[in-house]
């Protein structure tokens, strides 16, 4: 099956930085994943869009974060990162990285997988 793992949070104070990063793995081979991104959930708040990243490079993100975070990734390596700085208290969330489409070379397809979340926490 899709694994999606998640490391790179943590606790910083505000103003601090932080980056996260997701690596996809599958059974088998990976032959191409794509759009990848992060969403973020805060207690008692919905999951959100944090950015977003196609294959292609173009880039997408939430107005919150425009500015301060900035989304990449290698294909190569079947890694998003995140960089995050200028971080806020209110960054302080559960965030998750998704990949919406994973082909492996036998031709397999995973849709709309999740990884496990990971937690920041941005202290004021």
């Known amino acids: 099956q899709v694994q999606l793992v998640e490391s790179g949070g943590g606790l910083v104070q505000a103003g601090g930085s932080l980056r996260l990063s997701c690596a996809a793995s599958?059974?088998?081979?990976?032959?191409?994943?794509?759009?990848m991104g992060w969403y973020r959930q805060a207690p008692g708040k919905q999951r959100g869009l944090v950015a977003t990243?196609?294959?292609?490079?173009?880039?997408n993100y939430a107005d919150s974060v425009k500015g301060r975070f900035t989304i990449s990734r290698d294909n190569a390596r079947k890694t998003v990162y995140l960089q995050m700085n200028s971080l806020k208290p209110e960054d302080t969330a559960v965030y998750y990285c998704?990949?919406?489409?994973?082909?492996?070379?036998?031709?397999?397809?995973?849709?709309?997988?999740w990884g496990q979340g990971t937690q920041v926490t941005v202290s004021s």
């Open positions: 990243v196609t294959s292609g490079g173009t880039t």
């Open positions: 998704n990949a919406d489409e994973i082909r492996t070379y036998a031709g397999t397809y995973y849709r709309n997988s």
């Open positions: 599958v059974s088998g081979s990976i032959f191409s994943i794509n759009a």
